[in-house]
């Protein structure tokens, strides 16, 4: 049985060179300045125009949401907000949940985005309890693949042109990590 609490509790997790901490107004500013990032717009497949008054509520929140865990990433010696990454639609009685994570420009390929998931998943698997983590990536987001690879996800499944961008249809990719196989 998995410990729902345990999302409740929003903790701060800290890493080699990142710490997530629960996400909350502090992070309004840079999270709106990433979501009108035209890659971070492509490569997450956001169409939506955020408002400064959504995403400020929406940070604001976070810490009071029940049965998801939304953290900002930041940077251990700076407290730069570098990203948010999130464990959401929790299945209790299937002990699993979807994961999402996002990198703000000049995060990437630096290996934080694997530290941010590695942290996530040793709560997500140990405090949490979950069997299986989930997400969906766009195929062509090769970067994002490599990372959640080398973090021990196995792409499971594709869904055919389920994205439209510029004009043109992309594949989804689905991928998982199951508690078995994270304790290897």
Not at 14 to 25: A, K, M
Not at 54 to 68: K, L, N, T, V, Y
Not at 116 to 128: C, K, M, P, S, T
Not at 154 to 181: C, F, I, K, P, Y
């Amino acid at each position: 049985m998995i410990d729902t609490s345990a999302l409740d509790e929003k903790p701060a997790l800290t890493g080699d060179r990142i710490r997530l901490v629960p996400l909350d107004v502090r992070h309004a500013a840079a999270y709106l300045d990433a979501t009108r990032d035209p890659e971070i717009r492509r490569l997450t497949g956001s169409h939506r125009d955020f408002t400064r008054e959504e995403i400020e509520a929406w940070c604001a929140g976070a810490a009071a949401r029940s049965g998801r865990l939304d953290l900002a990433v930041e940077d251990r010696e700076s407290g730069r907000f570098l990203g948010d990454v999130a464990l959401m639609d929790v299945d209790p009685h299937n002990a699993h949940a979807t994961l999402r994570i996002l990198l703000v420009d000049g995060a990437t390929d630096r290996g934080l985005g694997s530290e941010a998931i590695r942290l996530l998943l040793g709560h997500a698997f140990d405090r949490v309890r979950l069997r299986r983590v989930q997400l969906e990536v766009f195929a062509h987001n090769h970067r994002a693949r490599r990372a959640y690879e080398r973090c021990g996800f196995t792409v499971e499944g594709r869904m055919r042109q389920a994205l439209r961008w510029d004009g043109a249809w992309h594949d989804v990719l689905v991928m998982a990590v199951l508690r078995t196989e994270w304790a290897r």
